[in-house]
């Protein structure tokens, strides 16, 4: 005889029964925010219209999978017709479990494309040993994508960026390449060919972590062609997570900056007349306060040395444990 709380084999059936229940309700949740999100993005960019054909790259990383398996949720659910083709390139890596997409995307019931392309070998040839491989490889592997977009008769190319991809793109080029450059949700490929699409541009990885395990997806490694990690990008990459650790919502803030620009406070000249502005005696809406609103001369800094930007009348934003203002309020 055993009531509810009782220990079979020393479990607890009630606290597991919780646990799976609050489990459950996470992934519900989860499984909400990633749909409306990859939703919004495809809606704010008009990334997929009725009649697309849209060619999922999936590489069998946890990103890819995720993207093919909301993309096609959203299909079934979606007021417009359009059709998935998941594409995998086969890049001949040695130790590629080659029968682990098709048996995946079979049981998916999705139509799929595997392109089987030695690129390995190639780069292998081209490349001198110690030298890093991803650049031609990418080359290929794009140049590759593209016909076989065109041979299967798809409209968009479709790619499993996220977030954090493209915000960690930005601070990577302005760092190294003196650009504000980051990685567009939709743009055109650089043959004038195709259109690509980002749907996981407003998804955090951390998410995309938490919905592949989820979803156990059978992810293949990513180190296969034994290239070394970019050191660069994994730098950045940790920067912005411990930024995001010890300030919440800064990565977000950022990622939502970029599409906030206001080139008349950039120094683009390409994108802003600066050389012909005049006075025109009439109020310009977001035109400076001149003289550096920033500096809010008076007001104290507190004693971190941070300086919390307030204008009059406005309600102070909240400060955190180091005493720094979230940057949503700050101008
Ligand atoms: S990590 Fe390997 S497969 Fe990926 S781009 Fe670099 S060389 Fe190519």
């Known amino acids: 005889m055993t009531d509810s709380t009782a220990d079979i084999d020393g479990i607890d059936l009630a ?38 054909k849209i060619m999922v790259c999936v590489s069998g990383g946890k990103d890819s999978y ?3 398996d909301i993309l096609i949720n959203l299909r079934d659910r979606a007021p417009i017709k359009f059709d ?10 040695p130790g590629f479990p080659e029968d682990v997409l098709p048996a995946y995307l079979k049981s998916r019931g999705v139509d799929f494309h595997i392109e089987e392309q ?3 070998s190639i780069v292998k040839r081209l490349v001198p040993e110690g030298k890093t491989t991803c650049s031609l490889c990418s080359r290929l592997r794009r140049g590759i994508l593209y016909r076989v977009a065109g041979e299967l008769g798809a409209t968009k190319i479709a790619l499993g960026h996220h977030r954090d991809d493209i915000v960690t793109t930005l601070m990577l080029n302005m760092f190294f390449g003196s650009r504000m450059k980051g990685m567009p949700p939709k743009l055109v490929s650089d043959d004038g060919r ?11 990885e951390s998410d995309l972590e938490r919905w592949a395990e989820h979803r156990a997806f059978p992810i293949i ?12 990008r994994a730098t950045v990459k ?19 900056a970029m599409g906030n620009i206001v080139t008349s406070h950039m120094m683009d000249r390409n994108l802003f ?12 809406a977001d035109g400076d306060i001149a003289f550096d609103e920033d500096e809010q001369c008076g007001t104290p800094a507190p004693a971190t040395g941070v300086v919390n930007f307030v204008r009059p009348g406005q309600v102070p934003a909240p400060v955190d444990d180091a005493g720094e203002a979230y940057s949503a309020s700050e101008d």
Request: hydrophobic letters at 40%; one cysteine or more; proline letters at 6%.
């Open 194 to 204: 195709n259109v690509v699409i980002r749907p996981l541009a407003y998804v955090k």
């Open 66 to 68: 995720s993207l093919l």
């Open 273 to 284: 007349p600066f050389e012909t502005i005049q006075a025109t005696g009439a109020p310009v």
């Open 84 to 93: 998935i083709v998941a594409v995998n390139l086969d890049q001949k890596q």
């Open 221 to 232: 490694p990513c180190n296969l062609c034994g290239s070394q990690p970019n050191l660069q």
């Open 15 to 52: 606290a597991a029964d919780a646990a799976a229940k609050k489990h459950a309700h996470e992934m519900n949740k989860l499984s909400k925010r990633l749909h409306r999100q990859v939703g919004q993005a495809i809606a704010d960019f008009n990334m997929i219209e009725d009649g697309d």
């Open 238 to 256: 940790a920067m912005l997570q411990d930024w995001d650790r010890r300030f919440p919502g800064r990565v977000d803030n950022m990622f939502t």
């Open 118 to 120: 030695d690129t390995y």
